[in-house]
């Protein structure tokens, strides 16, 4: 069963989870996440508003349907957004790497649960300062747009992924935007050739609509054709990405 992180929120601006207080100036993920459109005045003062915090492997931050209290950016590790399928499984409807930002700024209601898949470090932010101090940095507030705007983006190359492809097609689609977002982005010591899952095959198979019989048929078939290698069960290497891209369609 997943572990939930018990949110207690302080009446001040700051939450308090129990990490330390952000550094804004030495953030990890800077000049990639939404925080990059802000001069160090502006970021000074969104500091002093956030806190680290660590989650750990299965524990959930947010959960569907729930009130949710924060937002935050992803510092280090991978998380997945889940939702409850009508007969009670989850849905993996997608996954967030560092720079990536969760929640729901100028909402209330989470539709989607957040857990994190691998040990991962989050800034996190009270909702409503991070509102209010968004309405007052118009900059902050265009990133935002940006960012929902290239979610709603992925979102529909998904369902397309997910209803138009072959098993085939959408393993190596799948491989190929792993490779681009796990290379350099503190989730390891990944290159564009090769990088290791933070999930195993089952969930693999669960976010493509597969059965993980034919996604590791999939990943079998293509090391015999020596598009990739496999050397542990969550390691891929990539040998021939223009074959894979070329399957991808």
Same mark, same amino acid.
Not at 46 to 61: D, F
Not at 133 to 156: C, G, N, V, W, Y
Not at 189 to 207: C, H, K, V
Not at 230 to 249: F, K, N, Q, T, Y
């Given at each position: 069963?997943?572990?939930?992180?018990?949110?207690?929120?302080?009446?001040d601006?700051a939450?308090?989870?129990?990490?330390?207080?952000?550094?804004c100036?030495?953030?990890?993920?800077r000049?990639?996440?939404?925080?990059?459109?802000?001069?160090?005045?502006?970021?000074?003062?969104?500091?002093?508003?956030?806190?680290?915090?660590?989650?750990?492997?299965g *524990?959930? =931050? +947010?959960?569907?349907?729930? &009130?949710?209290p924060?937002? #935050?950016?992803?510092l280090?590790?991978? /998380?997945?957004?889940?939702v409850?399928?009508?007969?009670?499984?989850?849905?993996?409807?997608?996954?967030?790497?560092?720079?990536?930002?969760?929640?729901?700024?100028f909402?209330?209601?989470?539709?989607y649960?957040?857990?994190a898949?691998?040990d991962?470090?989050?800034?996190?932010?009270?909702?409503?300062?991070f509102?209010?101090?968004?309405s007052?940095?118009?900059?902050?507030? *265009?990133k =935002? +747009?940006?960012?929902?705007? &290239?979610?709603?983006?992925? #979102?529909?190359h998904?369902?397309?992924? /997910?209803?138009?492809?072959?098993?085939?097609?959408?393993?190596?689609?799948?491989?190929?935007?792993m490779?681009?977002?796990?290379?350099?982005?503190?989730?390891?010591a990944?290159?564009?050739?090769?990088?290791?899952?933070?999930f195993g095959?089952?969930?693999?198979?669960?976010?493509?609509?597969?059965?993980?019989?034919?996604?590791?048929?999939?990943?079998?078939?293509?090391?015999?054709?020596? =598009? +990739?290698?496999?050397?542990?069960?969550?390691?891929?290497?990539?040998?021939?990405?223009?074959?894979?891209?070329a399957?991808?369609?």
């Amino acid at each position: 069963m997943t572990a939930a992180i018990i949110v207690a929120l302080p009446t001040d601006a700051a939450v308090d989870y129990g990490g330390g207080v952000t550094d804004c100036a030495s953030c990890v993920v800077r000049n990639r996440a939404i925080c990059a459109s802000l001069d160090a005045d502006e970021l000074a003062l969104l500091g002093k508003l956030g806190r680290n915090h660590r989650v750990k492997a299965g *524990h959930t =931050l +947010l959960w569907e349907g729930d &009130d949710a209290p924060v937002v #935050a950016n992803v510092l280090e590790g991978v /998380l997945k957004l889940v939702v409850a399928a009508a007969d009670g499984r989850e849905q993996i409807v997608g996954v967030v790497f560092p720079s990536d930002f969760i929640g729901r700024p100028f909402g209330k209601e989470s539709p989607y649960s957040v857990t994190a898949m691998t040990d991962a470090e989050v800034c996190i932010f009270n909702r409503k300062s991070f509102d209010d101090f968004a309405s007052a940095h118009p900059d902050l507030q *265009h990133k =935002l +747009l940006r960012r929902t705007l &290239d979610e709603l983006d992925r #979102a529909r190359h998904w369902m397309m992924l /997910l209803g138009r492809k072959s098993a085939e097609e959408k393993v190596a689609s799948f491989l190929l935007e792993m490779s681009e977002r796990l290379s350099g982005q503190g989730c390891g010591a990944g290159t564009q050739s090769g990088f290791e899952l933070p999930f195993g095959r089952q969930q693999i198979a669960d976010i493509l609509g597969l059965t993980i019989e034919t996604t590791s048929r999939q990943l079998t078939r293509m090391r015999a054709e020596g =598009l +990739l290698d496999l050397p542990s069960r969550r390691e891929i290497v990539i040998h021939d990405r223009a074959a894979m891209e070329a399957i991808a369609g």
